[in-house]
């Protein structure tokens, strides 16, 4: 066992030593990890706008719980993200933990039990069925995926499946947020179904391409 627990010790001091210090141009890593997740979300804007475009009458309805719903789910999913990606990317600091996701599971959980909307949950009376919405955050979610991707390979995450998956989280995140200027169907339980999925799907690629190109 002592041999094991040394190389296990030895792994770390290396890791603690290459990840924060690997940032391009010197640039430590928190810092172009902030920079690289705002362009991210302008990416999934961009994307959003230029194949869907925003909904009809999006200013007035920004402030109605609807759109509130949305936007409150999908920015509390990118900031569990945000903290579970900059964990993953530190060996020797706090380990990822999914107690970050526990507010925005809750505030989803909570927004589709209290749906009073009428709307289907397939989205057939809405406007855009579910396997448009998922298609459209997937798309939009893209940009995000590579570059946070990049970004977490000028660290040293010890778990490379894992960050890439909490990677995936955060990008799907970041692309249903764009989506919400676009998306027609106000039913919370719609919501709470399928951005989940498509952002679930998004975390299974990433934890897929995580494997092979964050191993170091």
Request: glycine letters at 12%.
């Amino acid at each position: 066992m002592m041999p094991s627990i040394e190389t296990d010790s030895l792994i770390q001091n290396l890791s603690r030593e290459a990840g924060p210090r690997r940032g391009l141009g010197g640039i430590r890593f928190g810092r172009l990890f902030a920079v690289t997740v705002a362009l991210s979300l302008a990416a999934a804007f961009g994307m959003i706008l230029f194949w869907i475009g925003v909904r009809p009458h999006l200013g007035q309805l920004v402030l109605e719980t609807p759109f509130l719903f949305k936007i409150a789910c999908t920015l509390s999913l990118a900031a569990a993200g945000i903290v579970l990606v900059h964990r993953a990317a530190v060996p020797g600091g706090i380990p990822p933990t999914l107690l970050a996701l526990v507010p925005s599971g809750l505030l989803l959980v909570i927004g589709g039990l209290t749906d009073t909307s009428g709307l289907s949950i397939m989205g057939r009376n809405s406007g855009v069925s579910a396997p448009y919405c998922i298609g459209a955050i997937l798309l939009a979610s893209m940009p995000a995926l590579v570059l946070v991707l990049g970004v977490l390979r000028t660290a040293a995450p010890t778990r490379p499946g894992l960050a890439g998956a909490i990677t995936g989280l955060l990008a799907g995140a970041l692309g249903a947020t764009a989506y919400t200027i676009a998306c027609v169907n106000d039913g919370r339980m719609f919501v709470a179904i399928w951005y989940p999925v498509a952002i679930l799907i998004v975390a299974c690629a990433g934890a897929a391409i995580g494997k092979r190109v964050l191993a170091w």
